[in-house]
C-alpha cells in the first residue's frame, strides 16, 4: 500500500467520479484507476460501487476511509514538521571547539561568521578534542574545530593552521633564560598537568613512547588554574602555541623534538549539512589564523 494509492481513493471519494478525481490529482483516469484496483486486491475487497455517472463506498470502503484520512493527516503533519525542523536547522549552527584552542582564534572564527551570517544562532560549546569528535558523530554538533592525530573514515577534514607546542613557565623559573627548551631539560621537572591537553597524544603518534620522567605535582582541567599555578612559580606546562597566556608567564617553543598539532574543521562526510555550514567552511578557508 502506497501512500498516493491512499491520496486517490480520498479523491474519488471526495469526487464520487473516477474521471473527476483523475483531473483533481492531476494523473490520467485509467492510471488514477489501476492504482485504486491494486489497493482493492490488496485489501483483497472492492472500496466502491461503480454505478453510471457516480460513484459510491461499499463497507469496506466506508470502513477503511476514517483510517485513510488519519494516514494522510499523519503524513502531512510529518512533512510539515519536517519543514520546520529543516527551517530551524538552517538557521542554527551547533559547533564544538575543542577546549585548548585560544580564545583569540575561537573569537576570530566566531566574529567572521556572525558578521557573515547575522541572522544565524550560533550554538558553541567546547570539551576535549575526542570529546567533541564523539559529539559530532552522534550529530550533537554539526562541525568540530579541533585538533587530532588521527580521524575516522567518515570525517571530512578542513585543515585552518598548524602550530608547535612549547612549554609556559613563570619569567623567574631557571628554564626561562632560554630561547627554546629541549624535551631533556624537562626530565625531572616539577610539572603541572593539563588534563585536557591533547599534546601526549600527537607525542606519541610522531615520536613513540614518552622519553622522560616529570615530576607531576598538580593536575587540573581548567586553563585559569594551571596558569595560577604557574604563575605561582611551581612548576610548568607544555602547551600549544597559541594558547592565551597570563601576562606573568612566557612561552618557550619545545624543541629536540618539534611536535606541532593541525587544528581543523571536522564535519561528517555524506550528513545533510544546515545551510550555515556552508558559509563557516568558506570563512574559515579564507581566515588567516
Same mark, same amino acid.
Given at each position: 500500500?502506497?501512500?498516493?494509492?491512499?491520496?486517490?481513493?480520498? @479523491?474519488?471519494?471526495?469526487?464520487?467520479?473516477?474521471?473527476?478525481?483523475?483531473?483533481?490529482?492531476?494523473?490520467?483516469?485509467?492510471?488514477?484507476?489501476?492504482?485504486?484496483?491494486?489497493?482493492?486486491?490488496?485489501?483483497?475487497?472492492?472500496?466502491?460501487?461503480?454505478?453510471?455517472?457516480?460513484?459510491?463506498?461499499?463497507?469496506?470502503?466506508?470502513?477503511?476511509?476514517?483510517?485513510?484520512?488519519?494516514?494522510?493527516?499523519?503524513?502531512?503533519?510529518?512533512?510539515?514538521?519536517?519543514?520546520?525542523?529543516?527551517?530551524?536547522?538552517?538557521?542554527?549552527?551547533?559547533?564544538? %571547539?575543542?577546549?585548548?584552542?585560544?580564545?583569540?582564534? %575561537?573569537?576570530?572564527?566566531?566574529?567572521?561568521?556572525?558578521?557573515? @551570517?547575522? !541572522?544565524?544562532?550560533?550554538?558553541?560549546?567546547?570539551?576535549?578534542?575526542?570529546?567533541?569528535?564523539?559529539?559530532?558523530? %552522534?550529530?550533537?554538533? !554539526? @562541525?568540530?574545530?579541533?585538533?587530532?592525530?588521527?580521524?575516522?573514515?567518515?570525517? #571530512?577534514?578542513?585543515?585552518?593552521?598548524?602550530?608547535?607546542?612549547?612549554?609556559?613557565?613563570?619569567?623567574?623559573?631557571?628554564?626561562?633564560?632560554?630561547?627554546?627548551?629541549?624535551?631533556?631539560?624537562?626530565?625531572?621537572?616539577?610539572?603541572?598537568?593539563?588534563?585536557?591537553?591533547?599534546?601526549?597524544?600527537?607525542?606519541?603518534?610522531?615520536?613513540?613512547?614518552?622519553?622522560?620522567?616529570? #615530576?607531576?605535582?598538580?593536575?587540573? #582541567?581548567?586553563? !585559569?588554574?594551571?596558569?595560577?599555578?604557574?604563575?605561582?612559580?611551581?612548576?610548568?606546562?607544555?602547551?600549544?602555541?597559541?594558547?592565551?597566556?597570563?601576562?606573568?608567564?612566557?612561552?618557550?617553543?619545545?624543541?629536540?623534538?618539534?611536535?606541532?598539532?593541525?587544528?581543523?574543521?571536522?564535519?561528517?562526510? !555524506?550528513?545533510?549539512?544546515?545551510?550555515?555550514?556552508?558559509?563557516?567552511?568558506?570563512?574559515?578557508?579564507?581566515?588567516?589564523?
Amino acid at each position: 500500500m502506497e501512500i498516493h494509492q491512499i491520496r486517490y481513493f480520498l @479523491a474519488v471519494e471526495r469526487e464520487r467520479n473516477f474521471t473527476r478525481a483523475a483531473e483533481s490529482c492531476n494523473i490520467t483516469q485509467p492510471a488514477l484507476t489501476r492504482a485504486i484496483q491494486r489497493l482493492e486486491e490488496e485489501l483483497r475487497g472492492p472500496l466502491f460501487e461503480r454505478r453510471p455517472g457516480n460513484v459510491a463506498l461499499t463497507e469496506l470502503g466506508r470502513a477503511m476511509l476514517p483510517r485513510f484520512e488519519k494516514a494522510i493527516a499523519t503524513v502531512t503533519e510529518a512533512k510539515a514538521y519536517a519543514r520546520v525542523v529543516l527551517s530551524e536547522r538552517r538557521q542554527r549552527l551547533r559547533i564544538g %571547539m575543542m577546549c585548548t584552542v585560544g580564545a583569540s582564534t %575561537m573569537a576570530m572564527i566566531i566574529t567572521a561568521l556572525a558578521e557573515a @551570517a547575522p !541572522d544565524v544562532e550560533i550554538a558553541l560549546t567546547e570539551g576535549r578534542g575526542s570529546a567533541v569528535v564523539t559529539q559530532l558523530l %552522534m550529530d550533537e554538533i !554539526d @562541525a568540530a574545530i579541533v585538533g587530532q592525530p588521527r580521524y575516522v573514515p567518515a570525517l #571530512d577534514v578542513m585543515p585552518l593552521y598548524t602550530e608547535g607546542y612549547g612549554v609556559a613557565l613563570s619569567r623567574e623559573h631557571p628554564l626561562a633564560s632560554s630561547e627554546m627548551i629541549r624535551l631533556k631539560d624537562l626530565d625531572g621537572q616539577c610539572y603541572v598537568d593539563r588534563i585536557r591537553c591533547e599534546f601526549d597524544a600527537y607525542f606519541e603518534d610522531a615520536h613513540g613512547p614518552w622519553p622522560i620522567t616529570l #615530576d607531576v605535582r598538580f593536575r587540573s #582541567d581548567r586553563e !585559569d588554574c594551571v596558569q595560577a599555578l604557574l604563575a605561582s612559580g611551581v612548576g610548568i606546562a607544555i602547551v600549544p602555541q597559541s594558547l592565551d597566556l597570563r601576562s606573568e608567564l612566557i612561552y618557550r617553543p619545545l624543541i629536540e623534538p618539534e611536535v606541532s598539532r593541525t587544528i581543523s574543521l571536522v564535519t561528517v562526510r !555524506d550528513r545533510e549539512p544546515p545551510l550555515p555550514l556552508g558559509i563557516l567552511k568558506k570563512l574559515a578557508s579564507g581566515l588567516s589564523l
